[in-house]
C-alpha cells in the first residue's frame, strides 16, 4: 500500500477490464487516476466510484480515439483534471492499454477501413499520446503499453490486430532507449485471454476452450494483469525497461 503515494497516473480504456482493474490496483497503491473511456461514461463513473471506496482519489475523462481531435480532447479534459486535483499538470504514469479488439477476418478479407481503424486505436493513437505527455512525464515516470499474446503466436484471423500490437511493442523499445536518460521506464505487459465482461466469455464451449490456450488451464482474470502493470509503476521494477513481462498465465509456453 502506498507504493504510489503522491503520483498521478493515466489509464487509457479504464471503464472496463484491464484498465478499470489497473486504475483500481494504480489506486490503491495512493495515485490519483485519471480514468479514460471512449463513449461508456456510466462504466468510468462506476470505476471512480470502486476507487473512491477504497478511499482512493479518480476523476473521468472522455476522448475517443483514432478520430480527429482525440489526443486535443484527452490531454484537454486531463490536465484540467490534474490541475483541479494536484494544482499542477504533472503525469507520472502513463498506461496505454485502449484498444480495438478484432472479431476477427480472414487476411484475405481486410479492408482498408478495418485496417486503418485498428492501427489509428492500437498503434497511432497511443504514440501520440505519449509523445503528448511526455512534457508531463517527471523524471522516474513510467510508460506502461499493453500488448497482447498474438504477437508471439500465428493467428490468422486476427493478422491486423497482431500487426497494431507489434507496433505498440516497438513504441516501447524505442522509447526505453530515448527516454532512460531521463529516468522514464517504458515497458511492455502481454495479457492472454483475459475475461473482460464481455458476453463471450460467459458461453461455457468458448470459456473452456480458450482456457486450454493458458497452462493453468483457465481464463486470465483482469486483476491478474493489473497486478504486473501495478508493479511495473513502482519503484521495485526501477532497472526494468524495455522488457515485455507476460501476464499470460503461461499462454505461450507452447
Ligand atoms: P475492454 O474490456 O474491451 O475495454 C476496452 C477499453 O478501451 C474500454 O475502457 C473502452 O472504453 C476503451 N476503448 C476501446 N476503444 C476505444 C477507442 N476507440 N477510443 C477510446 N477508448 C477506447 O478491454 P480489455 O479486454 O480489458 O483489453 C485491454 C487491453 O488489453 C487492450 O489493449 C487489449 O488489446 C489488450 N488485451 C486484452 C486481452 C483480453 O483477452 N481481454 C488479451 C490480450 C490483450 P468504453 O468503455 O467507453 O468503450
Keep these: ?126 504514440f501520440f499520446i505519449t509523445q503528448r505527455a511526455l512534457p508531463l512525464i517527471p523524471d522516474g515516470g513510467r510508460v506502461i503499453n499493453i500488448s497482447s499474446g498474438l504477437t508471439r503466436v500465428a493467428n490468422p484471423s486476427q493478422i491486423v490486430y497482431s500487426m497494431s500490437k507489434g507496433a505498440i511493442e516497438q513504441l516501447t523499445l524505442n522509447l526505453a532507449r530515448h527516454l532512460a536518460p531521463r529516468g522514464i521506464n517504458v515497458n511492455t505487459v502481454i ?15 468458448v470459456r473452456e476452450q480458450m482456457s486450454q490456450l493458458s497452462a493453468f488451464k483457465r481464463l486470465g482474470e483482469p486483476d491478474e494483469v493489473a497486478d504486473a502493470i501495478v508493479f511495473l509503476a513502482t519503484d521495485e521494477a526501477r532497472w526494468i525497461t524495455g522488457a515485455a513481462l507476460d501476464a499470460s498465465g503461461g499462454s505461450l509456453l507452447g
Design 1 to 126: 500500500m502506498n507504493k504510489l503515494r503522491g503520483k498521478t497516473a493515466l489509464v487509457t480504456g479504464s471503464s472496463r477490464g484491464i484498465g478499470r482493474a489497473t486504475a483500481v490496483g494504480l489506486a490503491r497503491e495512493g495515485a490519483l487516476i485519471a480514468v479514460h473511456y471512449a463513449h461508456n461514461e456510466q462504466a468510468a463513473q462506476e470505476t471512480v466510484a470502486l476507487i473512491e471506496k477504497d478511499g482512493g482519489r479518480a476523476f473521468t475523462v472522455g476522448a475517443e480515439l483514432g478520430v480527429p481531435g482525440d489526443i486535443d480532447q484527452l490531454f484537454s479534459g486531463l490536465e484540467a483534471g490534474l490541475k483541479q486535483h494536484t494544482g499542477r499538470t504533472t503525469l507520472d504514469i502513463l498506461v496505454n492499454n485502449a484498444g480495438e479488439t478484432s472479431t476477427g477476418t480472414a487476411p484475405e478479407e481486410v479492408s482498408a477501413e478495418e485496417f486503418d481503424k485498428t492501427f489509428a486505436v492500437n498503434a497511432k493513437a497511443p
Design 191 to 205: 495479457p492472454g485471454i483475459t475475461d473482460n465482461g464481455h458476453a463471450i466469455f460467459k458461453v461455457p464451449e
